[in-house]
């Protein structure tokens, strides 16, 4: 290579850069050497890059800038379409470590670490988020991810008692910030069978303190059938992840047999985090957020603490669980709601929603939400509110599945400034309600707890309809109810 220069481009590495050549050789290439000698990498402003089937992955452990460079993933034939294009990696190893058991909500650990670590838990023999209905399920195994600090505190909230831990892992904090930004992708959508078979082919983050800023992604060519999509970006198994100023797209919804031998949507995303300690998405839009023929663009599974801000996107779903916090901020959501299961503080403050719900608690996970909901100047213009109901909090459990954990409706509910624009709704509908009829009979052997306060100030709606607690009142005697001016 002869001089090291300051930063790596991938034309050193024969990169054409023409859209037409398949590139990933060379960008694999230049980003093994830029780890190597520790350089950032950065690209031709006036580039296409294009990714063909080879299964190749740039593994990134430097800073990226990809300004207004672009790339075309073309995913219509692919020889491993598990793989992602690039992986933003960390230098240091993981290392498993012995954890005989812990508590829910413990506070500190010993584990003799020098530095502050990401830590894993699994306990094979235990099964949570039994999942029931179309795609209903045996469960996964109980598992954790959280922050243990060199000096053995916990900073992020464990949800579980753990008798016994099958597999125990930790890995360092990266203490710098690593920043991936710009680039311009456009995906050619794959053509295979419409069934639940995964496609990969975007940027998995598993680093923790990694920030990715401006990164675009388009979608194009999608045809009447194809698989689903598990994320363009996709943090996982890392803590201190940021997606900021991103524009992300949404993707054709297609059926498929769901387990229970039924017809059922699949769900094809561009953003996804899973086990991430402090997930934060600032900024980041889309277009068409109403647009019903497009599935909604982010999920999330087994975070603790996440955090959306200043943002423009379909649909928020915390899909197996968040605890912690699980706040919504000055954003606009679309027509597939703010879905969410867990436990902890769920915030809503200067929200604009389209959903058929303004906080649906997710059916097919027992409706559960642990912990509080505070609402605060907010707006909902319900898209389904031509039909039926209104009902603030979308949620059923019947009482008579076990979801492997007692479910909740949210203990407390404060709800400040909020407008429900319900014009669209018909004169004389079924009214507008704080909760869905969860359909559980009181001595359901899987009893759903109900909420204990509701305080709700300054609720107004374009029709006048006041607001009601529920169609099904039984479950509710015991509630405190508060509504003032």
């Known amino acids: 290579m002869g001089k090291i220069k300051q930063f790596v481009n991938y034309e050193d590495f024969g990169a054409v850069g023409d859209g037409e050549t398949d590139d990933m050789a060379a960008i694999c290439s230049a980003h093994a050497y830029a780890n190597e000698h520790g350089l950032p990498v950065k690209t031709k402003a006036d580039a296409t890059y294009y990714i063909?089937?080879?299964?190749?992955?740039?593994?990134?452990?430097?800073?990226?800038?990809?300004?207004?460079?672009?790339?075309?993933?073309?995913?219509?034939?692919?020889?491993?379409?598990?793989?992602?294009?690039?992986?933003?990696?960390?230098?240091?190893?993981?290392?498993?470590?012995?954890?005989?058991?812990?508590?829910?909500?413990?506070?500190?650990?010993?584990?003799?670490?020098?530095?502050?670590?990401?830590?894993?838990?699994?306990?094979?023999?235990?099964?949570?988020?039994?999942r029931y209905g179309l795609n209903q399920n045996n469960g996964t195994s109980q598992t954790d991810c959280f922050i243990v600090n060199k000096d053995g505190s916990i900073a992020s909230p464990i949800d579980w008692d753990y008798e016994e831990i099958t597999?125990?892992?930790?890995?360092?904090?990266?203490?710098?910030?690593?920043?991936?930004?710009?680039?311009?992708?456009?995906?050619?959508?794959?053509?295979?069978e419409s069934k639940y078979d995964y496609y990969s082919r975007g940027?998995?983050?598993?680093?923790?303190?990694?920030?990715?800023?401006?990164?675009?992604?388009?979608?194009?060519?999608?045809?009447g059938h194809g698989s689903p999509y598990r994320g363009f970006l996709n943090a996982m198994r890392c803590a201190y992840v940021t997606f900021q100023n991103c524009f992300v797209s949404?993707?054709?919804?297609?059926?498929?047999?769901?387990?229970?031998?039924?017809?059922?949507?699949?769900?094809?995303?561009?953003?996804h985090a899973n086990s991430v300690v402090d997930f934060k998405l600032v900024n980041c839009r889309m277009n068409n957020i109403t647009d019903s023929t497009r599935w909604?663009?982010?999920?999330?599974?087994?975070?603790?603490?996440?955090?959306?801000?200043?943002?423009?996107?379909?649909?928020?779903?915390?899909?197996?669980?968040?605890?912690?916090?699980?706040?919504?901020?000055d954003s606009f959501i679309g027509w597939m709601g703010v879905k969410a299961i867990g436990r902890g503080l769920l915030t809503l403050e200067n929200v604009t929603s389209y959903g058929n719900s303004l906080v649906e608690l997710r059916r097919d996970y027992g409706s559960t939400w642990e912990g509080d909901v505070v609402i605060r100047n907010c707006t909902w213009i319900p898209s389904g509110g031509a039909v039926g109901a209104l009902e603030l909090f979308g949620?059923?459990?019947?009482?008579?599945?076990?979801?492997?954990?007692?479910?909740?409706?949210?203990?407390?509910?404060?709800?400040?400034?909020?407008?429900?624009?319900?014009?669209?709704?018909?004169?004389?509908?079924?009214?507008?309600?704080?909760f869905a009829d969860p359909g559980c009979r009181v001595d359901a052997p899987y009893p759903y707890v109900p909420c204990e306060k509701v305080v709700c100030r300054n609720l107004s709606t374009a029709s006048g309809r006041e607001l009601k607690v529920c169609r099904d009142t039984a479950l509710f005697t015991r509630t405190e109810v508060v509504v003032g001016g």
């Open 296 to 329: 909604g663009v982010i999920a999330s599974n087994f975070c603790k603490n996440i955090r959306v801000e200043g943002c423009v996107i379909s649909r928020l779903d915390a899909h197996m669980g968040v605890s912690g916090t699980y706040t919504v901020k």
């Open 167 to 192: 597999k125990a892992e930790a890995w360092p904090i990266d203490q710098a910030v690593l920043t991936v930004s710009g680039g311009i992708f456009t995906t050619i959508a794959n053509r295979g």
């Open 250 to 271: 949404g993707h054709k919804i297609y059926k498929t047999i769901g387990n229970a031998g039924e017809p059922v949507s699949m769900g094809s995303y561009d953003l």
């Open 52 to 130: 063909g089937p080879k299964a190749l992955t740039a593994v990134i452990e430097t800073d990226v800038d990809w300004g207004t460079t672009r790339f075309t993933i073309d995913d219509t034939m692919v020889e491993n379409h598990k793989l992602p294009c690039f992986q933003v990696k960390s230098v240091h190893l993981s290392q498993e470590v012995t954890i005989p058991s812990l508590t829910r909500d413990q506070k500190q650990l010993d584990l003799g670490l020098e530095a502050d670590h990401y830590v894993m838990v699994t306990n094979t023999k235990v099964k949570r988020f039994i």
């Open 395 to 434: 949620m059923k459990n019947n009482g008579l599945h076990d979801f492997g954990y007692v479910c909740y409706m949210p203990r407390n509910v404060e709800i400040v400034n909020l407008h429900v624009d319900d014009s669209v709704a018909p004169e004389g509908g079924e009214g507008l309600y704080l």
């Open 203 to 223: 940027i998995d983050i598993t680093r923790s303190n990694t920030v990715v800023d401006g990164t675009v992604h388009y979608v194009a060519g999608e045809v």
